[in-house]
C-alpha cells in the first residue's frame, strides 16, 4: 500500500522527532556523566587541600616555636573554611586601592604613606620580598599569606605581593609651592592638561621626582587619576611627588602666575625651541594630552610656548617622553 503525501512527511517529522530525543538523552546522560565528574574532582580537590593544610597547620606550629611573639602577631592564618568565605569577597570594593610588585610596594613602605594590609604569595621566599617584610613587622602591619591564586584575583605581575592601601592622598597647590620654598629653591611645577593614559602619567610622575620636581598638577575630568597601574609604572615614586588635583586647570595656573611662576605651555606650532628658552626660576611647565596637546584655553593662558624639533617623519612625541625632554633642560639649566 503506498503512503500519501502527508504520511511520508509525518513520518518523516516523527523520525526527526525521536532522532531528537534520542540526542536529547544522550546530552543529558553526557551532562551528568560530566557533573558526576566534576563532583568528585572537587572531592579529590578538597581532600587534597585539606590535607595539604593539615601539613601546612604542623609546619606552621613549628615554625611558630621559633618565632618571637611579636613577629605571630601581625601575621594573620586563616583557617581553610576563612579561607573559602575570602573567596566571595571582591578586593575592590573591600579596599580602595591597591599597589602591587615588589619595587613599589618596598618604596610605599619606606615612605610615610598608610598600608590596610600587606597580602604576601605563600611558599618559599628569597630576596626583596623578605627586605619587604621585615620592612612591614617594623611598621607593624597586618601581614596576609595566601595562595598566587587568590593575588592573581587581585591584579596582574603582583610578583609575589600587593599592598591595600587608603585613596591616593592628593595635595594642594598651595602644599607644592611651600614645599619648594621650604626647600630653598625656586618653584618647578608640571601641569598636565588632560593625560589619559596612566602609563604615561606613571612615567611622568617617575621622571619628576628623579628631577626634583616639587609638585604635579592634574585635573579632575578628562584626565587619569593615580591608580595601581600609575603606581606600578612610577616604580614607587607616588609616594615622594606631591600630586594636586583641581577642578579647573585655568584657574590653578593663574593661582601659579599670581605666585610668581612663568607658564611654558609645550605645543608643536610654537617658534621658540625648547633649548633656547629660560626656564631657569619659578617655572610651571605645562604637558597636553596624548592625542590633542594643550586645550585651546589652557595654551591661552600660557606665558610663554615652546617646541621640541621634529626631523622625522612623526610629527609628535609621546607625552611621557616630551615630559622628559623638556624636564631635564629645565634641570640642566638650573643647575
Known sequence: ???SYRDKQNRKARIAREKEMKEDRRKEQR???ERRSDNERRQNDRRTHERRATDRGQFDRRIGERRSQTDRRFVERRSDEDRRQSENLSYDTEYNDIVAGRNPVLELLKSDRDINKLYVERGERHGSILEILGKA???RIVIVEVDKSKLDEMTENHQGVVAVVPPFDYCEIEDILNYAKEKGEDPFV?????IEDPHNLGAIIRTAETAGVHGIIIPKRRSVQVNSTVVKVSTGATSYVKIARVNNLNEAIRTL???????IGTDGDAE???YNQDLKGPIAIIIGSEGFGMSR???ENADILVKIPMKGKITSLNASVSAGIVIYE????RN
Open 1 to 3: 500500500m503506498r503512503m
Open 31 to 33: 551532562r551528568k556523566e
Open 137 to 139: 613587622r617594623e611598621k
Open 190 to 194: 608640571i601641569v598636565l592638561d588632560g
Open 257 to 263: 602666575k599670581d605666585n610668581g611662576l612663568w607658564a
Open 272 to 274: 621658540t625651541l625648547y
Open 297 to 299: 584655553l589652557v595654551k
Open 330 to 333: 629645565a634641570v640642566k639649566q
